[in-house]
């Protein structure tokens, strides 16, 4: 579980830089960062809880509960969330999830985001042109997805909103 480094190494980051809280995130943004790597792609998302299910705390109700239910599974399902290029050869991903307050984590200033992780085995990584993202398909709440793309020969930002769900992975 590499994420509570990397919200740590974020944290610092933010405190060196401005010595202010990070800003709350923007209901309906996601966050992702891509990289690519010899034999590897991984996905780092993060996404407010409303985008998610509605709502940023533990659910309150047989209706709430049913719904996190639902959108943990869908958090999970990491062979229909990204989809990597053919010509890459890569195994289906792997997902690690931290649903925050659905999964039993806290929410803060009422605001809680839901963090998961995917990793892609692939045979050729830096033969992937592009990744099929069904991110904006599975949660209707997302609106816009930032990206931060990684890769050997650069690095990049990248957004996506419907109808582009295709992330390219070169330039
Ligand atoms: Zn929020």
Same mark, same amino acid.
Request: hydrophobic share 50%; net charge neutral; charged share 25%.
């Given at each position: 579980?590499?994420?509570?480094?990397?919200?740590?190494?974020?944290?610092?980051?933010?405190?060196?830089?401005?010595?202010?809280?990070? =800003?709350?995130?923007?209901?309906?943004?996601?966050?992702?960062?891509?990289?690519?790597?010899?034999? $590897?792609?991984?996905?780092?998302?993060?996404? =407010?809880?409303?985008?998610?299910?509605?709502?940023? $705390?533990? %659910? !309150?109700? &047989?209706?709430?509960?049913?719904?996190?239910?639902?959108?943990?599974?869908?958090?999970?399902?990491?062979?229909?969330?990204?989809?990597?290029? %053919?010509?890459? +050869?890569?195994?289906?991903?792997?997902? &690690?999830?931290?649903?925050?307050?659905?999964?039993?984590?806290?929410?803060?200033?009422?605001?809680?985001?839901?963090?998961?992780?995917?990793?892609? &085995?692939?045979?050729?990584?830096? $033969?992937?042109?592009?990744?099929? #993202?069904?991110?904006?398909?599975?949660? =209707? !709440?997302? $609106?816009?997805?930032?990206? +931060?793309?990684? #890769? %050997?020969?650069? +690095?990049?930002?990248?957004?996506?909103?419907?109808?582009? #769900?295709?992330? %390219?992975?070169?330039?």
């Amino acid at each position: 579980m590499k994420l509570p480094f990397l919200g740590a190494c974020l944290v610092s980051l933010f405190a060196a830089s401005a010595a202010v809280a990070a =800003p709350p995130h923007e209901h309906g943004v996601a966050r992702l960062d891509v990289a690519v790597e010899a034999g $590897r792609i991984t996905l780092m998302l993060e996404m =407010p809880l409303d985008s998610l299910v509605g709502f940023e $705390r533990a %659910p !309150r109700d &047989e209706a709430e509960r049913e719904a996190a239910k639902v959108a943990v599974a869908r958090l999970r399902d990491a062979a229909r969330l990204f989809r990597a290029d %053919p010509a890459a +050869q890569c195994k289906p991903a792997v997902a &690690e999830i931290d649903g925050g307050p659905l999964t039993g984590g806290a929410s803060h200033d009422g605001h809680a985001d839901a963090d998961a992780s995917y990793t892609l &085995e692939c045979a050729a990584a830096e $033969r992937a042109a592009f990744v099929d #993202t069904g991110l904006l398909e599975s949660f =209707p !709440r997302l $609106r816009i997805v930032n990206v +931060q793309v990684a #890769t %050997p020969k650069g +690095q990049w930002k990248a957004m996506l909103s419907r109808p582009m #769900t295709r992330l %390219p992975l070169v330039r």
